[in-house]
C-alpha cells in the first residue's frame, strides 16, 4: 500500500517537536515534572466553578469581570489588561503580533521549552542566548544580540528552569540598551513564589508605564493552582495588547476559568499561605541538596534545578524508580518541581545516592 499525498507542511514546522509536558505519574507516585501547585483548590474556588456560565453558551470573549478586577488590582485601565487561556497563549499571540518572515526573537537558553516555537510559527529565527554558569540570564548578551531585524525579546524571571531571578537593576540597565520599538516581554509566571530582594516586579513598579515596549505577564496557573483551567493575563500598553488580542483564538478563556480566578483573588491571602508553605520546602531542597555537594542554583520559583549534565537521563531514572517523576533536559539537567511535603525527604535521599 502506497503512502498517500499529504498537505504540504512548512519545513519549519516539520523539523520541530512538538511541546511535551511532564511526564504524568502513576497513582502512587509524586508528580514533580509540570511545576504544578500541589495543593487541592481552596473550598470558596470550588464553589466558584458550581456557579459558571451553562456550557450551551459561549463565554464573554473579554473575560471582562476579570480583567475589571485586574485592572482595580493594578491602577490600570481594563484595555491595559489582556486576558487568555494561560500566559503562554499570551506569548504567542503578541509573537505572532509582531514577528514575520526574516524577523528575530531573543530570548536565553536554557529556558522555558515553549520558547523556541514561538518564532518559528511565526515565519521568523529564534536567537538563543546561553544562560550564566548558574543558570541566570546573561542581559548583556542578550541585548548585543539584539539587530534591525530583532522584534521581540523575551525574558522568564524566576527563569524556568533554573530558578533564578532578574533583578530590578539588571532588567533596567536592559531595557535602556533595547530600542523602544523592540516588544520586551517581562514572563513573570513564577513571581508570587520570589523572596530575593532586589528582584524585578514588573507590576509593582510598574515598568509599562515607562516604557510602552514592555508586557508583563502573569498567571493563574501556578501559585493560585489553576493550572487544569488554563488562564493567565497580560498588562501592559493597549495598543500593544489590542495587537495581542487581534492574533487570538476568540472565546479561548473559559467562565469556569474567570470565575475560578475571580474567586482566587477573593482568597489570595489563604492562598500565599500556600506559597510560603512551598517557598519553606523550596528552601530545604535547597540548602539540603547543597549539603550533600549538589551545584543548585538560587531557585526562586516553585521548582529546583539539577545540573545533571551527560547524567541526566540516568539520574531522572533514580528518582523515576523511587516514584518521584521529575523533568529531564537530557544533556543540561533536571528540574525538580517543590510538590507534597513526604516528596521532599525522598528527592533528598535520591539525590544523595546520585553524586
Given at each position: 500500500?502506497?503512502?498517500?499525498?499529504?498537505?504540504?507542511?512548512?519545513?519549519?514546522?516539520?523539523?520541530?517537536?512538538?511541546?511535551?509536558?511532564?511526564?504524568?505519574?502513576?497513582?502512587?507516585?509524586?508528580?514533580?515534572?509540570?511545576?504544578?501547585?500541589?495543593?487541592?483548590?481552596?473550598?470558596?474556588?470550588?464553589?466558584?466553578?458550581?456557579?459558571?456560565?451553562?456550557?450551551?453558551?459561549?463565554?464573554?470573549?473579554?473575560?471582562?469581570?476579570?480583567?475589571?478586577?485586574?485592572?482595580?488590582?493594578?491602577?490600570?485601565?481594563?484595555?491595559?489588561?489582556?486576558?487568555?487561556?494561560?500566559?503562554?497563549?499570551?506569548?504567542?499571540?503578541?509573537?505572532?503580533?509582531?514577528?514575520?518572515?526574516?524577523?528575530?526573537?531573543?530570548?536565553?537558553?536554557?529556558?522555558?521549552?515553549?520558547?523556541?516555537?514561538?518564532?518559528?510559527?511565526?515565519?521568523?529565527?529564534?536567537?538563543?542566548?546561553?544562560?550564566?554558569?548558574?543558570?541566570r540570564h546573561d542581559l548583556d548578551?542578550?541585548?548585543?544580540?539584539?539587530?534591525?531585524?530583532t522584534r521581540a525579546v523575551i525574558?522568564?524571571?524566576?527563569?524556568?528552569?533554573?530558578?533564578?531571578?532578574?533583578?530590578?537593576?539588571?532588567?533596567?540597565?536592559?531595557?535602556?540598551?533595547?530600542?523602544?520599538?523592540?516588544?520586551?516581554?517581562?514572563?513573570?509566571?513564577?513571581?508570587?513564589?520570589?523572596?530575593?530582594?532586589?528582584?524585578?516586579?514588573?507590576?509593582?513598579?510598574?515598568?509599562?508605564?515607562?516604557?510602552?515596549?514592555?508586557?508583563?505577564?502573569?498567571?493563574?496557573?501556578?501559585?493560585?493552582?489553576?493550572?487544569?483551567?488554563?488562564?493567565?493575563?497580560?498588562?501592559?500598553?493597549?495598543?500593544?495588547?489590542?495587537?495581542?488580542?487581534?492574533?487570538?483564538?476568540?472565546?479561548?478563556?473559559?467562565?469556569?476559568?474567570?470565575?475560578?480566578?475571580?474567586?482566587?483573588?477573593?482568597?489570595?491571602?489563604?492562598?500565599?499561605?500556600?506559597?510560603?508553605?512551598?517557598?519553606?520546602?523550596?528552601?530545604?531542597?535547597?540548602?539540603?541538596?547543597?549539603?550533600?555537594?549538589?551545584?543548585?542554583?538560587?531557585?526562586?520559583?516553585?521548582?529546583?534545578?539539577?545540573?545533571?549534565?551527560?547524567?541526566?537521563?540516568?539520574?531522572?531514572?533514580?528518582?523515576?524508580?523511587?516514584?518521584?517523576?521529575?523533568?529531564?533536559?537530557?544533556?543540561?539537567?533536571?528540574?525538580?518541581?517543590?510538590?507534597?511535603?513526604?516528596?521532599?525527604?525522598?528527592?533528598?535521599?535520591?539525590?544523595?545516592?546520585?553524586?
Amino acid at each position: 500500500m502506497t503512502d498517500p499525498i499529504l498537505p504540504r507542511i512548512r519545513p519549519a514546522i516539520a523539523a520541530l517537536a512538538p511541546y511535551r509536558q511532564g511526564k504524568q505519574a502513576g497513582p502512587d507516585a509524586f508528580k514533580l515534572s509540570s511545576n504544578e501547585n500541589p495543593f487541592e483548590p481552596l473550598p470558596s474556588v470550588a464553589a466558584a466553578l458550581q456557579h459558571t456560565t451553562p456550557i450551551n453558551r459561549y463565554p464573554d470573549a473579554t473575560a471582562g469581570r476579570l480583567r475589571e478586577r485586574l485592572g482595580v488590582r493594578y491602577a490600570v485601565a481594563p484595555e491595559q489588561v489582556h486576558v487568555a487561556a494561560g500566559s503562554v497563549s499570551i506569548l504567542q499571540q503578541l509573537v505572532l503580533a509582531t514577528v514575520s518572515v526574516g524577523d528575530e526573537v531573543v530570548y536565553a537558553w536554557r529556558s522555558f521549552e515553549a520558547y523556541p516555537s514561538l518564532p518559528l510559527v511565526a515565519g521568523g529565527t529564534g536567537v538563543q542566548v546561553p544562560v550564566t554558569s548558574d543558570g541566570r540570564h546573561d542581559l548583556d548578551a542578550m541585548a548585543d544580540a539584539v539587530t534591525d531585524r530583532t522584534r521581540a525579546v523575551i525574558l522568564c524571571t524566576p527563569n524556568n528552569p533554573t530558578g533564578p531571578i532578574i533583578t530590578s537593576d539588571e532588567f533596567a540597565t536592559f531595557v535602556e540598551r533595547v530600542p523602544s520599538d523592540v516588544l520586551i516581554i517581562l514572563d513573570e509566571a513564577y513571581a508570587e513564589f520570589v523572596t530575593a530582594p532586589g528582584a524585578v516586579d514588573g507590576l509593582a513598579e510598574r515598568v509599562f508605564e515607562r516604557h510602552p515596549n514592555v508586557v508583563v505577564l502573569r498567571t493563574f496557573s501556578k501559585a493560585y493552582g489553576l493550572a487544569g483551567l488554563r488562564i493567565g493575563y497580560a498588562i501592559g500598553h493597549e495598543k500593544v495588547l489590542d495587537a495581542a488580542r487581534t492574533t487570538g483564538i476568540p472565546l479561548s478563556v473559559t467562565s469556569a476559568a474567570e470565575n475560578a480566578a475571580i474567586a482566587s483573588l477573593d482568597a489570595e491571602s489563604e492562598l500565599l499561605e500556600r506559597v510560603a508553605v512551598i517557598v519553606e520546602r523550596r528552601t530545604r531542597l535547597v540548602e539540603g541538596l547543597r549539603t550533600q555537594g549538589w551545584d543548585v542554583p538560587d531557585s526562586q520559583a516553585n521548582f529546583i534545578w539539577l545540573p545533571t549534565g551527560d547524567r541526566t537521563v540516568e539520574v531522572a531514572a533514580a528518582f523515576a524508580s523511587a516514584d518521584l517523576i521529575v523533568r529531564p533536559f537530557p544533556g543540561d539537567g533536571i528540574r525538580i518541581s517543590v510538590g507534597e511535603e513526604a516528596s521532599v525527604d525522598r528527592v533528598l535521599e535520591v539525590a544523595a545516592t546520585q553524586l
